[in-house]
């Protein structure tokens, strides 16, 4: 299947700073990628949609100033937490559809991404 | 919105079969359903998806009923290794379709 990676996989900063965290579709273009986020015991939920080349679409409540998302290539879609807080510590996840005939759309996953703010 | 519900959690028996039902009674007409499932810590793992036939790959069997209101995922011989929490989506088949998940079925396989 087609592969997704995330990196770092886990980081630990300081309240008030800046972590961004990347995704890569390593053997695939993805016009379209997803970021969800995962608190312990919880579901995933969808945070944004990342566009190739135009603007993320932010799902209701997701504030866009503090998570930033650039999908700059095809290849490459980046999350930005700006000024962490430790209520922002959980599990950051990227996905990518894999483009294909109508229908084959399963959703690819990223390892994930775990951010602790101190 | 998730436009699934599935039950919290199940347990089933090392060896046997694992049937995890999943309800999509507002399923529309262009809407798949996918399946899959998330090892403690990582990301998801895809297993499955179908329309409206019943689907079989090596990992499981995907049966939608004839009105698809309702599946079910069919682990035919759980081992220890399929422990997880499975997810049930339908979303629709463009590119761009968010993919919504709900709560999930907590399976844990007894020795």
């Known amino acids: 299947g087609a592969v997704v990676s995330q990196h770092p996989s886990r980081v630990i900063c300081k309240s008030g700073t800046s972590v961004k965290i990347e995704c890569r579709s390593l053997d695939f273009q993805a016009t379209t990628m997803f970021w969800y986020r995962q608190f312990p015991k919880q579901s995933l939920m969808l945070m944004a949609t990342s566009n190739e080349g135009s603007k993320a679409t932010y799902e209701q409540g997701v504030e866009k100033d503090k998570f930033l998302i650039n999908h700059a290539s095809l290849t490459l879609s980046t999350l930005t937490v700006t000024s962490a807080h430790p209520e922002d510590s959980s599990f950051y996840i990227c996905?990518?559809?894999?483009?294909?005939?109508?229908?084959?759309?399963?959703?690819?996953f990223g390892e994930g991404s775990r951010l602790t703010v101190l | 919105d998730a436009k699934t519900t599935q039950p919290p959690s199940m347990d089933c028996a090392e060896g046997r079969a694992a049937n995890l039902p999943c309800n999509h009674s507002?399923?529309?007409?262009?809407?798949?359903v996918y399946w899959y499932r998330q090892i403690h810590s990582q990301g998801p793992q895809y297993i499955i998806h179908?329309?409206?036939n019943n689907e079989t790959n090596e990992m499981a069997s995907l049966i939608i009923t004839e009105d698809r209101k309702s599946s079910t995922l069919i682990l035919p011989h759980a081992t220890l290794r399929d422990t997880a929490v499975y997810y049930c989506?339908?979303?629709?088949?463009?590119?761009?379709?968010?993919?919504?998940f709900g709560t999930g079925t907590s399976l844990t396989v007894i020795p």
């Open positions: 507002t399923i529309s007409g262009n809407e798949y």
């Open positions: 989506i339908v979303r629709g088949t463009n590119t761009g379709n968010q993919f919504y």
């Open positions: 179908g329309l409206k």
């Open positions: 996905s990518a559809t894999l483009p294909g005939p109508l229908g084959s759309g399963e959703l690819f």
